[in-house]
């Protein structure tokens, strides 16, 4: 496939950035927070058996998160950038809304993949209450891989 | 783990190195053996695939691992407030992976004794992930 010459993006795409998601109901399993805990080797005390916390990182296992609905522009797709915020700590059992959204889309020129679509989307946790618990984004790049054969790297 | 106060921290202060070791097993376990993944954080070929040279380690693992590392060094009245990373390259699994940082800003904001970090991962010396890790420490005022 050869690079397009013009932006594969659509209106379509476009008209979903900004639009927020329905909320999905996720929940903060002890299961999912014991089996991250062992695979880091972490033994902070705050996060142990019995402390009701689950350690920050277990945002990583929450369903509804950031790549839900996200436009498919390209078939391929790589993480190239990830962010977490925390409000405060997650609380095992607690049940929380996720309402994604996404914030852009655009194109690349260049680079190993030749042209690319970057795509920028993040999920709000809100407790019960309607607190805010923590955020999720990411930037996925996506590329044909037909492109990238025979690219080196940038 | 020892705590670390608001007053203890200066700017360039380093964090000590630590070394890690991603293997397939890891990440796989990491977000549950029953739950789907992408295939080439366990099958070799399909990282070749994606032209990453063997299995990818996920992204999310290491961003753990960044949480982890600056939450380790903060102490336990400590608290990671966001974590933002940036993938130079993809690393691959059962090559060694080294975390450093050093802090880079602290101030106070609303009563919030905060302190930025910059923290990579290094894959044979070359930063493979850079990260920007907020986190607020206790005050010892």
């Known amino acids: ?154 | 783990m020892s705590q670390r106060y608001y007053e203890d921290v200066n700017v360039d202060d380093a964090l000590e190195p630590l070394e890690r070791i991603p293997t397939t097993d890891m990440a796989i376990e990491f977000f549950g053996r029953d739950n789907p993944t992408n295939p080439a954080f366990a099958d070799a070929e399909a990282g070749k695939r994606l032209g990453v040279g063997g299995a990818l380690v996920p992204g999310l693992l290491k961003l753990a691992w960044i949480t982890q590392y600056v939450s380790d060094w903060a102490g336990t009245e400590g608290m990671v407030r966001s974590v933002r990373a940036a993938y130079r390259r993809p690393d691959v699994a059962e090559r060694p992976l080294v975390l450093a940082g050093r802090v880079v800003e602290k101030r106070v904001e609303d009563g919030a004794h905060l302190v930025e970090l910059e923290v990579v991962t290094l894959a044979e010396g070359q930063p493979s992930t850079r990260a920007n890790v907020q986190v607020q420490l206790p005050s010892r005022g």
Do not use: C
């Not at chain 1, 209106?11 to 927020?20: F, L, M, P, Q, Y």
């Not at chain 1, 903060?28 to 142990?48: F, H, K, N, Q, W």
């Not at chain 1, 618990?133 to 930037?139: F, L, R, S, W, Y």
């Open chain 1, 1 to 154: 496939m050869a690079i397009p010459e013009q932006s594969l993006i659509t209106d379509e795409h476009r008209a979903a950035i900004g639009r927020k998601s329905d909320p999905v109901t996720v929940t903060i399993r002890e299961e999912d927070a014991r089996r991250m805990r062992d695979v880091l080797g972490d033994t902070d005390p705050r996060y142990a058996d019995g402390t009701g916390i689950a350690p920050p990182y277990i945002i990583a296992m929450l369903g509804g998160g950031p790549r839900r609905g996200m436009p498919q522009v390209l078939p391929g797709g790589l993480l190239t950038q990830q962010e977490w915020r925390f409000t405060r700590p997650f609380r095992i059992g607690e049940q929380l809304q996720a309402i994604s959204q996404v914030y852009d889309i655009r194109d690349r020129l260049g680079g190993r993949y030749g042209y690319s679509v970057l795509v920028t989307q993040g999920t709000d946790y809100y407790d019960a209450d309607g607190n805010h618990v923590a955020a999720a984004m990411i930037t996925i790049t996506q590329f044909d891989p037909k492109m990238a054969s025979g690219r080196s790297d940038e």
